[in-house]
């Protein structure tokens, strides 16, 4: 299976890679052991910024990130390798959408002129919903309309989130 994922990370520089890929409650690290477990231990990396082209002809520049996991560490090894792939050429692609603003905006809607790739998010869905750290802003002096976020990570963590839950009604998302 051929997977790529779109984020903001540069996968090329070492000391992000051991920030922002290596860190087991940050970013895409659990996603990526989720995949080790299921056998995928490579994908092509991209930023939305490297996007060009249209429909089967969209490309990217990235980068191949190939991962081994322990099972007893948290931490992953990673080496990596520069490339230039079309989208149409992959079975699944995450769109994360970190790196989505006005000067991506076009870049990003190339993947929804992209056929036969299945997309975790599509990136006029991710264009749409890049906002999230303004809406805050629209509730202000209405705070409690806003529902309280628990990030869990453990037990105890669901146990405190669990006892601390006000109301009848929850949401619960998935990281990834």
Not at 73 to 93: C, M, R, T
Request: hydrophobic content about 35%; aromatic content about 10%; glycine content about 6%.
């Amino acid at each position: 299976m051929r997977i790529a994922f779109q984020t903001a990370a540069n996968v090329a520089d070492q000391e992000n890679v051991q920030e922002n890929f290596n860190r087991p409650d940050y970013t895409i690290n659990p996603l990526l052991h989720g995949l080790a477990r299921k056998g995928i231990t490579k994908f092509f990396h991209y930023n939305t910024q490297e996007l060009e082209g249209q429909g089967p002809k969209t490309k990217a520049e990235g980068n191949w990130v190939t991962f081994l996991r322990d099972e007893k560490n948290p931490k992953l090894w990673i080496s990596y390798q520069s490339g230039i792939e079309h989208i149409a050429s992959f079975d699944v692609v995450f769109l994360r959408g970190d790196d989505v603003n006005e000067s991506t905006s076009k870049q990003v809607k190339l993947v929804d002129t992209v056929p036969g790739v299945q997309f975790v998010n599509r990136g006029s869905a991710t264009l749409a919903t890049r906002d999230k750290f303004v809406i805050p802003k629209r509730f202000e002096g209405n705070e409690e309309m806003i529902p309280l976020t628990y990030l869990v990570r453990n037990e105890t963590d669901l146990k405190d989130a669990w006892e601390n839950m006000q109301g009848d009604r929850i949401v619960l998302k998935d990281r990834y």
